[in-house]
């Protein structure tokens, strides 16, 4: 590319496509860090490519390329809560040899802001199963909030006032409640129900886990257990 190019792109935008994605910046923030890969390219020094669009052609992962392009506007690291490709991105970083983005992810940050937590919901079921009754004797339902999501106990309260609720703790920023004791098809539409209620606040399943465990031999107890998650602001209730 002749000098004069260079100047007219001073003032015009810079398409690229990288790995298929098409992005647009100016050359100034390209050349942010004029010691990286992309400064050495977009001054002339290192050899360019074009596809036959006529944009400027980088062989790299183009989705990842727009925290690397965000980062060359604001020199400050931002990553989605959830994002989980830290590996990946660092290798692109080495690939522009972007020295202050490898150093931002080489720093030890919290996964999420400060003034953000993890709601945790478990729920959990018992079902004892004998053989001298119908088949289910006893069943327990028990869901259990570690912090205080008041609209979610709220809505368990005017939802579910058909269950037999025993129980409600608010020690230790636990809230409890026990539904039962019921039969099986009860038990199985009460936990269905709550699943999905807790489901449409927000929470989203992390693991699930099935026990079955004989307390004599005319008797089974079988243990539903799921764990539910969400990320919330501490200002929030």
């Known amino acids: 590319m002749e000098n004069g190019d260079w100047g007219y792109m001073m003032t015009d935008p810079v398409t690229l496509n990288v790995g298929g994605h098409i992005y647009t910046t100016s050359l100034s923030t390209l050349q942010r860090y004029p010691d990286s890969m992309l400064g050495a390219m977009f001054r002339g020094d290192f050899p360019t490519a074009r ?48 020295e202050p983005l490898i150093q931002s992810l080489s720093d030890t940050k919290p996964p999420y802001p400060l003034d953000t937590f993890e709601q945790v919901v478990e729920l959990s079921s018992t079902r004892k199963l004998s053989k001298y009754s119908n088949p289910v004797a006893v069943i327990i339902t028990q869901l259990t909030i570690t912090t205080k999501v008041h609209a979610l106990l709220e809505g368990i ?13 608010t020690r230790d920023f636990q809230v409890s409640f026990t539904f039962g004791p019921c039969d099986y098809h ?51 209730d």
């Open 51 to 98: 596809d036959a669009q006529g944009n400027f052609f980088i062989d790299r992962d183009g989705p990842l390329f727009r925290f690397v392009l965000n980062f060359l506007r604001t020199s400050e690291l931002t990553l989605p809560y959830d994002f989980k490709e830290t590996e990946l991105l660092r290798k692109e970083a080495d690939f522009y040899q972007i």
């Open 157 to 169: 309260s005017n939802n579910f006032t058909r269950w037999n609720k025993h129980m409600m703790d």
């Open 186 to 236: 009860q038990e199985v539409s009460l936990r269905v129900n709550l699943v999905e209620y807790i489901s449409k606040q927000g929470f989203t399943i992390r693991n699930t886990r099935v026990h079955h465990m004989s307390e004599r031999a005319n008797e089974n107890t079988v243990e539903h257990h799921w764990t539910f998650c969400r990320l919330a602001r501490k200002v929030e």
